[in-house]
């Protein structure tokens, strides 16, 4: 399929896992792509592999400046934005009794207030052309309440429901808003952290078995960035085997 022929996206948390993965996919289906990840080494390593038309961008979402000087630059090189996947987030693995109110500030800033600046700037450029696809990754630890990262948990509860009024503010421009909630996925991530020792558990649970990987959230990524899913925003997509149902 070459769904995003002529389409230029943004995909932030880029340099790995599951937004290196939806990067990937974009570009190989036709889209200019934006390689966005604070690991600016590591995004230009990601778009050097993509090739074709995929542009590396060193940013901090949390940092106000870097995020408008990216926006900045996409209008500039590539001339507009039809798509913005946010994949970009702190995955701590943090006890609620060690839990610091620092600790707690450090992942809202980039897990809510980063995507809070990606959507301002992102919705102003897509405004322009009366188009955009915007998905934003979520988590379904809201559903299951996991434990190990409190902090974690109520942020991704906070994207699915700012995406939900995002939607309903944005679709005068025709701009939808969605999320794609991923369980467990084996990303480099996580397997730098002890959650990598939750796949059994989570796959106890799992309708289907297996263990995630980031191959298998980008299908649900794709379609909702896509021009034919205008009918669906507001959204969220559980993309986890059915470990959880809601
Ligand atoms: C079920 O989003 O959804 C661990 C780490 N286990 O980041 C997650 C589950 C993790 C999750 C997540």
């Given at each position: 399929m070459k769904r995003f022929e002529g389409r230029v996206a943004i995909v932030t948390g880029?340099?790995?896992g599951i937004g290196r993965a939806i990067a990937e996919r974009l570009a190989s289906e036709g889209a200019t792509v934006a390689?966005?990840?604070?690991?600016a080494m590591g995004a230009t390593k990601a778009a050097k592999v993509i090739g074709g038309k995929a542009f590396a961008v060193g940013c901090d979402i949390g940092d106000p400046d870097a995020v408008a000087k990216l926006h900045r630059k996409v209008a500039k090189t590539?001339?507009?934005?039809d798509v913005q996947v946010n994949a970009a987030a702190i995955v701590p693995f943090v006890p609620w009794d060690a839990l610091t109110f620092d600790e707690w500030r450090r992942v809202m800033r980039v897990n809510l207030d980063g995507l809070y600046l990606m959507c301002r700037a992102g919705s102003d450029l897509m405004r322009k052309n009366g188009y955009g696809r915007i998905v934003n990754i979520c988590s379904n630890s809201i559903f299951?309440?996991?434990?190990?990262m409190a902090h974690y948990v109520a942020s991704k509860g906070g994207v699915l429901t700012f995406s939900r009024a995002l939607a309903t503010e944005l679709g005068a421009h025709r701009i939808t808003v969605n999320c794609v909630a991923p369980g467990l996925t084996d990303t480099e991530g996580v397997q730098?952290?002890?959650?990598?020792?939750a796949f059994g558990f989570v796959e106890m649970l799992q309708a289907i078995k297996g263990k995630g990987t980031p191959a298998d959230i980008v299908p649900a990524v794709a379609f909702l960035a896509s021009?034919?899913?205008?009918?669906?925003?507001?959204q969220t997509l559980v993309a986890d085997a059915g470990m959880v149902r809601w």
């Open positions: 880029a340099a790995q390689v966005v990840d604070v690991n590539a001339g507009k934005l299951a309440g996991t434990p190990n730098k952290t002890k959650h990598k020792d021009e034919e899913a205008r009918w669906v925003t507001g």
